[in-house]
């Protein structure tokens, strides 16, 4: 398939997520997307774990900012007249996608400043804020309850975690929720037989015997407060799993042609495949598939007159020819062998290498059209 069906999937899906092995361009090809999306009309988000600094400066990015920064329809239409669309990105920022987890799954506004007001707060805070699977999940179900963006590409962490995100939510509720857990948590006596409370108080003089009946209350009420979250964490946490399932998402594979991506590559197609996600195809990134390499040097040497000097930079052209033209000779055919392999539907494209290019925005421009404009 070729590249006009990525534009069709810019224009059709309202999720895309971004899979690869670290050091592929994986970040870059999200922001590109992001950018041919909303040139194509679209309202767009690109949710981004770590971009490289050049990157961030390219997009304007403002680090861990609060809410996602707006590329100004100038830099985004610059060679022409201005469309309907928009483009946002967001470096994640785990803290504040927890902050406001609570805050839109606590019972009451009330409730919310009281868990996020605990001081033992900041210190489950910062736990969860090392886990950037657990950020990406929680902020792309946050902004698709929104439905501020017609279509949001999330950038995943890189490699086999990749994937991770989509279990984060569950296994922190079900670590939450657990009976150990809840040992801590004050239960109603109707709820709780002898045996239950028996340990409860074993726990409790335990944890009072080491850090002092004050704290140990302290841990109390924090759980029991935050424990109103539980149930809401279980519920977005299908939600999210049946979003990702849906036709309203693909599975993009970003790959390099050094052969461990490509590995990784097909290690995440089988994963997406066990799972039921939908596989929309691979971005060959770097590539020199559709590169015109330099095309028979040796038609200058009429021009040289016989010097030795322009021979000698002749002939080096040359090799410099043939040397790339293995290399795009290889690309193509490595492109072909994973069209070849594509299940029904799904789409292979090469995007060029780049280079020093992606140091201005409008790279970033060409990038996108060549991704989409075949």
């Not at 201005?82 to 990105?89: H, I, K, M, N, S």
């Not at 691979?282 to 015109?292: G, I, M, T």
Request: net charge neutral; glycine share 10%.
């Amino acid at each position: 398939m070729s590249a006009g069906d990525l534009r069709r999937l810019l224009c059709t899906q309202r999720i895309i997520v971004l899979c690869g092995a670290g050091g592929v361009g994986k970040t870059t090809t999200a922001a590109a997307l992001g950018i041919a999306a909303a040139r194509a009309g679209r309202r767009t988000l690109v949710l981004t774990i770590d971009p490289a600094r050049r990157l961030a400066e390219t997009m304007g990015l403002q680090e861990s900012g609060p809410d996602p920064t707006p590329v100004s329809p100038e830099r985004l239409f610059a060679d022409g007249p201005r469309g309907p669309g928009c483009l946002d990105v967001w470096m994640l920022d785990p803290r504040a996608v927890f902050e406001r987890m609570v805050h839109r799954l606590a019972p009451t506004p009330e409730a919310a400043r009281a868990i996020v007001g605990h001081r033992l707060y900041r210190f489950l805070s910062e736990l969860v804020a090392g886990v950037q699977e657990y950020a990406a999940a929680e902020a792309l179900d946050g902004f698709l309850a929104e439905h501020r963006y017609e279509l949001i590409l999330l950038d995943t962490p890189p490699s086999r975690h990749a994937l991770d995100f989509l279990d984060a939510p569950g296994r922190l509720a079900r670590f939450l929720d657990t009976r150990i857990v809840a040992l801590f948590v004050p239960e109603p006596r109707a709820r709780g037989g002898r045996l239950w409370h028996g340990a409860q108080a074993v726990v409790d003089r335990v944890f009072s015997g080491i850090f002092g009946a004050s704290f140990t209350r302290e841990l109390r009420g924090f759980l029991g407060a935050f424990g109103g979250l539980f149930a809401g964490m279980r519920l977005h946490s299908e939600r999210l799993r049946q979003q990702l399932a849906s036709p309203d998402a693909a599975f993009l594979l970003v790959t390099s042609p050094e052969p461990s991506s490509l590995r990784e590559a097909a290690w995440l197609r089988e994963t997406l495949e066990a799972r039921g996600l939908s596989f929309a195809g691979y971005v060959l990134n770097r590539s020199w598939a559709h590169d015109d390499v330099l095309a028979a040097p040796e038609a200058l040497l009429e021009h040289t007159g016989g010097d030795r000097h322009a021979e000698r930079a002749v002939a080096a052209l040359s090799r410099l020819a043939a040397t790339e033209q293995a290399r795009s000779e290889a690309h193509r055919a490595l492109l072909h062998h994973l069209t070849e392999h594509l299940p029904a539907g799904a789409l292979a494209v090469a995007a060029p290498d780049t280079g020093a290019e992606l140091e201005e925005f409008s790279g970033l421009v060409r990038l996108g059209d060549a991704l989409t404009a075949g």
